[in-house]
C-alpha cells in the first residue's frame, strides 16, 4: 500500500529560512518515518504565486497535493501542519484534506504546534531554557503573527505562563499588541531586548515588521521607547525543540487517529 505524508505550512517566499526551517521540518519527518513518502504543501496562494515568480518552482496547496496522490494511487495519507496555532490556515488545511476521506483507505490530520496543555509546557519550559544567562535587565520578547481567527487567544495564554519569566509573547495582527508589552517591559526594569520571531519561519513579517529600521518596526518602537534591542531572524523551525513537537504530533495522529 502506498503510503503518504504532507508537511504543509502557511510557506514562505524567502528561501534561505524555508532551507532552515520548512525543509528541516520536513528532513525530521521524512527520517522519522522511513516507510512514508515525504511531500510538501502550503496554505499562502499569494506565497505560492510570488515563489512561482521568482524562482519557478511550483508548491502545490493541499486540495493540489491531495488530488495528485490520490491519482497516483495512494492509499494512506497522514498532514501534519506546520502552523502554530489552530487558526485559519490549519483549518483551510484540514478541510481541504478532509474532502478526500471517502477516495482513501486512511486520510488523518496532526495538530499545529500549540494544540493541548502539554504543548503549552513543553513550550514554556523551552522558552524558559533559553534565558539563563539573562542579566537582571534583559528580556526576550516572541513576535507572534496573530490571527482575526478565535485561536489568537492561545498567544495570550502562552504570554500569562510566562509571567514569572522575562518572557514576553505579543502578536502583530491580534493581542497581546507590542504597546501594551512595552509598558510591561519599563514596568519590570528592563533595558536590553531579545527580539524573536515566535513564527515557523523568518519571512517577512521577521525581516520587515520585527527587525527592520522602518519607522513602524518592533525594533524601532522599543528603541524608540528606550531599550537596546537585539533582534535575531530564526524561526521555530529552525530549532530541534519546536521540530520534535511536530513529529510528536504526527505520532500522536498515527497511533490514535487524533
Not at 504565486?49 to 508548491?59: A, F, G, R, S, V
Not at 515588521?209 to 529552525?238: H, T
Amino acid at each position: 500500500m502506498k503510503k503518504a505524508i504532507i508537511a504543509v505550512s502557511f510557506g514562505t517566499s524567502y528561501p534561505e529560512t524555508r532551507k532552515k526551517t520548512i525543509e528541516a521540518v520536513e528532513e525530521k519527518l521524512a527520517a522519522t518515518f522511513p516507510d512514508y513518502d515525504l511531500f510538501r504543501a502550503f496554505t499562502s496562494n499569494k506565497v505560492i504565486k510570488k515563489i512561482k515568480e521568482q524562482e519557478d518552482l511550483t508548491i502545490l496547496t493541499v486540495d493540489q497535493q491531495m488530488q495528485k496522490l490520490v491519482d497516483a494511487g495512494y492509499e494512506e495519507v497522514y498532514v501534519q501542519p506546520l502552523h502554530i496555532i489552530s487558526g485559519s490556515e490549519y483549518s483551510k488545511a484540514l478541510h481541504q484534506a478532509k474532502r478526500y476521506k471517502d477516495k482513501l483507505k486512511t486520510i488523518e490530520v496532526g495538530k499545529p504546534l500549540l494544540s493541548s496543555q502539554g504543548d503549552f509546557e513543553k513550550m514554556v519550559d523551552w522558552l524558559k531554557s533559553l534565558t539563563p544567562d539573562f542579566s537582571e535587565d534583559e528580556a526576550l520578547v516572541l513576535m507572534g503573527h496573530g490571527s482575526q481567527h478565535s485561536a489568537f487567544t492561545a498567544y495570550a495564554c502562552l504570554d500569562h505562563m510566562l509571567m514569572k519569566e522575562p518572557v514576553f509573547v505579543c502578536a502583530v495582527e491580534s493581542y497581546p499588541e507590542i504597546q501594551s508589552v512595552v509598558q510591561r517591559l519599563k514596568d519590570g526594569g528592563f533595558k536590553k531586548i531579545s527580539l524573536y520571531p515566535f513564527m515557523l519561519v523568518a519571512g517577512d513579517h521577521a525581516t520587515n515588521d520585527m527587525a527592520s529600521d522602518d519607522e513602524d518596526s518592533w525594533k524601532s518602537q522599543l528603541q524608540q521607547a528606550g531599550f537596546e534591542v537585539e533582534p535575531v531572524l530564526k524561526g521555530l523551525g529552525e530549532f530541534p525543540v519546536v521540530q520534535e513537537m511536530f513529529i510528536d504530533h504526527m505520532k500522536t495522529v498515527m497511533e490514535t487517529g487524533d
